[in-house]
């Protein structure tokens, strides 16, 4: 703040001559009479005033500068062509042309720095044959026309290379670049620039068909452009396993252990924000490069969609609205309503020919067309797992769509190299059954693989919409194509931190995990572990094979035994047994345990949270809105009429309950809230009393009761799991105050739901006891308290605990003393002491869990650990494959860059019989690919060799006080991530 004024007066100073105030041109040459300056340029570095000759001739190689003229009191806009610069066109010494011709004394040129009118020479030497046509010679003087006979406008090669990488990284539409060039040049509206917009547009559009042409090798193929194959001009990912470059050639023959290294991972999705509206057509508007890179070729495919009726594939399982409205989305005055995509999973690049557009919803004719069409240019055998928000649905009968599709796509392959899984996120919409299927948690060989990184490039594509919304069809495809071109090189170029990241992430959570599962495994008993090991393997072999991972209902439900006693009742009554009231004895305890239900929820409705039970707890809280006042009074109201109902009931069956009430009149007094009142059942009354009451009541609530505690027990953990995915969710995805707020309101609902099932439990479990004659040592059920209502991933005092242990490991071992790069890394794998976070998910936790999960010993419990072991088991195997898929795909992204500079190599050889500039440009271009990606493979082996320092730290941090010290004595041994991290490129190779 204290500069403001220098800085402003040196902008003000600017706007006039500075310090050249003199009467003499710089330039000219000193013997020479001097010429007064006026001009200078404003893209030049030195802003000096030149004289109108000197000027001119200075900028004879710079056409398009901008200049301004001194009036004498202030510099005005001013142009070359106006101080009488010609542009010199085909004579290579820039010299004018002794047979040039005059073409355009007003050619527009659009530049960078605006929109310029100057006036061109064309050369006419030896009958054009030496300069080239027109169009040629603006070409090799690095201007682009418009038009290929007599063209009149052009944009220059740097303006096109400025806008196409705007465009590509800011997503800038044309109209908006086009819009800041013309107010560049005039933003007073005193001197309109010509209007050039659809000339650029039609420049933009082939600069880019030609720039894809020329990376795609085109230029050095005898065949030329119209030699282009489907999908050839797509950047392939080096990543992503490639039999005929980068894998064995017995990878068919790989083991087992090993097999899974050679998946390919792809994934499908559509996007209905890529939407194109009813305008032009493909005969006015084809595309330049339609199917050579990532759209199919559109004719054959229009044809063969239009034939399709209408599909309604799509159900219920799901709650995604983008799939179950696919169908009911607005289609009137679209041409396409979305675009579905295939990449590959694991490294996001779009597949060759893996693009559709969608007619009518997200139909399974479009998708499986984009689906063989990707895979027609995979090995006919490639094992292949598929990520697919609908997969669950979609790949039912896919091999018969596949086979019925045109025989360009037709697609026949064995079902058995196809693994279905959807996306990580996307699976929590879907029934249970869906969850423990199609997860990539279960899935052998997946590794770490999500499958959401579509909606990442779902997401960087948002925001080219709303420009394709209103192209035509060739203008679209060839933009997405562009696009999705740049997407994929970016992928390329960021594969080094890419991989390093997840081998850096890999390495210790393997450790982590691996320990985890071994001290899980050695609690348990050896020949039921063998029995879990058995049945996940059968599973994985047979998905037919009972599910490990599914933990089935524990006991019969509450309703299984209110039928139960229903059937028994019809039975009595129709052996002509007596009965004491129209309501029989199993309906009377039901009817008792409903009012018991009505007492728990308006107790925890108004009171405070986790309030205890009984009639201390019935407080009204004094936070509640009136609405709420209004519903616990109704409830009440309810409630009281119903006990008086009930009593009418408990005469006949229980007297003995109506003297207790005589007795102790303060549980029935009217100042007494109904939730408080006392109902004696049963289970209340000793067994003295239980006797003047009609026989086999304590035998029925007994059977209730533990139909309760299983019941509760189960709401409770899916509770505890719902609350686990808000919390993830509150934190990570909730961003603004109005959606906060709805969150935390369906987290308090949610709590509440807890609390009724928690009280539930504790309930039933009192009664149990009550039944037992008090001994709460005869049941074999825990006391549940707050502490044990948690999820598996929510342990927070063993989390603590574990912290405090690793501090406190940490301090003896002195990781304080080491360097700072091994004491950061290890500072970012040990969470705060202090803070405890929400788990990440599934395939991060460690396995600590509650009672109510793994407690009681039994068969049902024996159910919950063995779900639990073969969760912590996979949990281990997946981290184990990731480290391995990471370590494989570095290999094969080496292996895939140096078979394309090979290749680059070999067009080079292509270019004897051209002319010799001609000649001397293919060989240059193809030097420089081989240069760039020799260059990309060497950065990223730099980059790689850093993550065994890292990998050893994660590695020490199992490791005790006296192991360590042997270690700093002995030898350092090679770990295997060094080994391979230093021979990385010699295997590549």
């Not at 027609?376 to 086979?403: F, G, M």
């Not at 207790?660 to 009149?665: D, F, G, H, I």
């Not at 105050?737 to 439990?761: F, P, S, W």
């Amino acid at each position: 703040m204290p500069y403001r004024d220098e800085y402003l007066a040196e902008f003000l100073r600017r706007e006039g001559r500075g310090f050249f105030t003199g009467d003499r041109c710089p330039a000219c040459p000193a013997g020479s009479t001097g010429r007064r300056p006026a001009y200078r340029c404003l893209d030049c570095s030195s802003l000096e005033l030149l004289c109108l000759e000197c000027c001119v001739s200075a900028h004879a190689r710079h056409p398009l500068d901008v200049i301004e003229r001194w009036t004498g009191s202030c510099f005005v806009r001013s142009s070359l062509r106006d101080l009488g610069l010609r542009v010199q066109l085909g004579n290579h010494s820039r010299t004018p042309c002794p047979n040039s011709h005059c073409a355009n004394e007003s050619f527009v040129v659009v530049h960078t720095n605006g929109i310029h009118r100057v006036a061109v020479d064309y050369c006419q030497c030896v009958d054009g044959v030496d300069a080239g046509s027109y169009r040629q010679q603006l070409l090799r003087f690095g201007w682009y026309p418009a038009t290929h006979d007599t063209p009149a406008t052009a944009c220059t090669f740097r303006m096109l290379e400025h806008f196409h990488l705007a465009t590509l990284q800011g997503k800038i539409s044309a109209y908006d670049y086009y819009g800041a060039l013309e107010k560049l040049t005039d933003n007073t509206g005193l001197s309109p620039s010509p209007d050039r917009y659809r000339s650029v547009l039609r420049i933009v559009r082939e600069w880019r068909h030609l720039k894809m042409v020329k990376r795609g090798g085109r230029g050095h193929d005898e065949s030329g452009v119209e030699g282009t194959r489907a999908g050839e001009l797509a950047v392939v990912c080096p990543a992503c396993p490639d039999p005929a470059v980068n894998l064995p050639d017995d990878w068919e023959n790989a083991p087992k252990e090993r097999g899974f290294l050679y998946r390919l991972f792809v994934a499908f999705d559509a996007c209905f924000r890529l939407k194109r509206r009813l305008v032009s057509s493909e005969h006015r508007d084809p595309g330049l490069g339609c199917g050579w890179s990532y759209f199919v070729p559109d004719a054959i495919y229009r044809k063969w969609v239009s034939t399709q009726g209408e599909q309604k594939e799509i159900n219920t399982c799901t709650g995604l609205s983008a799939v179950d409205h696919a169908n009911d989305r607005v289609q009137a005055g679209y041409a396409s309503t979305a675009a579905g995509l295939g990449l590959c999973s694991r490294h996001e690049f779009v597949g060759r020919n893996a693009v559709v557009d969608l007619q009518k919803g997200e139909r399974y004719c479009n998708m499986d067309w984009a689906f063989a069409s990707m895979f027609k240019h995979q090995h006919p055998r490639q094992p292949t797992v598929v990520s697919y928000d609908i997969a669950c649905q979609w790949h039912r009968n896919l091999e018969a769509r596949l086979a019925a599709l045109p025989p360009v796509v037709r697609l026949i392959v064995p079902s058995a190299i196809f693994w279905y899984a959807i996306p990580k996120l996307h699976i929590h919409s879907h029934i249970v059954k869906c969850q423990i299927t199609y997860s990539f948690e279960w899935l052998a060989g997946a590794g770490r693989t999500d499958g959401e990184g579509i909606e990442r490039a779902w997401a960087n594509m948002g925001p080219v919409c709303t420009s394709t919304r209103e192209m035509g069809p060739g203008s679209r495809h060839d933009t997405l194509d562009d696009h999705w071109g740049y997407w994929n090189w970016q992928k390329l170029v960021g594969l080094g931190k890419s991989l390093k990241k997840k081998l850096v992430a890999s390495i210790p959570e393997r450790i982590k995990h691996q320990a985890a599962f071994d001290a899980f495994t050695e609690s348990q008993e050896a020949r039921d572990v063998e029995e879990w090991r058995a049945m996940v393997l059968a599973f994985e072999a047979d998905a037919s094979s009972p599910n490990p991972y599914h933990l089935p209902k524990s006991g019969l439900t509450e309703a299984d035994v209110r039928l139960n006693l229903a059937r028994h009742d019809a039975e009595l009554a129709a052996s002509g047994a007596p009965s004491l009231h129209n309501v029989t004895p199993s309906g009377f305890i039901i009817a008792g345990l409903d009012l018991e239900e009505q007492q728990r929820r308006i107790r925890i409705e108004g009171s405070g949270p986790w309030a205890a039970a009984g009639a201390e707890a019935s407080r009204l809280r004094t936070n509640l809105t009136s609405s709420q006042e209004t519903d616990i009074t109704q409830l009440r109201t309810r409630l009281t009429r119903n006990i008086t109902r009930f009593r009418t009931l408990q005469a006949t069956y229980m007297p003995a309950a109506l003297r207790l009430l005589e007795n102790n009149p303060t549980a029935a007094a009217s100042t007494v809230q109904p939730e408080d009142v006392a109902l004696y059942l049963p289970s209340a009354l000793m067994a003295e009393q239980l006797r003047g009451c009609t026989a086999g009541l304590a035998e029925i609530e007994d059977k209730l009761r533990d139909a309760q505690c299983a019941s509760a027990l189960d709401s409770l953990r899916t509770q505890l799991h719902i609350k686990s995915r808000y919390l993830t969710y509150k934190q990570f995805e909730s961003r603004h105050q109005a959606m906060a707020t709805r969150t935390r309101t369906l987290i308090t609902r949610n709590e509440t739901k807890i609390q009724l099932h928690a009280a539930k439990y504790q309930d039933a479990r009192r009664a149990k006891i009550g039944l037992a004659g008090g001994d709460a040592s005869s049941i074999a059920l825990r006391e549940l308290t707050r502490n044990d209502c948690r999820c598996m991933e929510d342990s927070e005092e063993v989390e603590r605990r574990a912290r405090r242990r690793e501090a406190m490991h940490a301090r003896r071992r002195g990781l304080e003393a080491r360097d700072r790069r091994e004491g950061a890394i290890a500072e970012r794998e040990r969470p705060d002491s202090d803070t405890v976070g929400v788990g990440h998910g599934e395939g991060t936790r460690v396995v600590s869990v509650s009672w109510i999960w793994n407690g009681a010993d039994n068969a049902d419990v024996r159910d919950a650990l063995r779900v639990e072991w073969a969760k912590a088991w996979s949990r281990a195997r997946r981290w184990e494959e990731e480290v391995l898929l990471v370590k494989e795909e570095m290999r094969r992204v080496l292996v895939s860059l140096e078979h394309r500079a090979q290749g680059w190599i070999g067009r080079r050889e292509g270019a004897g019989d051209l002319e010799a500039a001609h000649a001397e440009g293919v060989r240059a271009f193809a030097d420089s690919q081989v240069l760039v990606l020799r260059g990309i493979a060497q950065k990223f082996k730099d980059v790689w060799s850093e993550v065994e320092v890292q990998g050893e730290s994660a590695g020490m941090e199992e490791e005790g006080e006296e192991e360590e010290e042997e270690e700093e004595n002995a030898p350092a041994a090679r770990t295997v991530e060094e080994e391979f991290m230093e021979n990385l490129y010699e295997i590549a190779v």
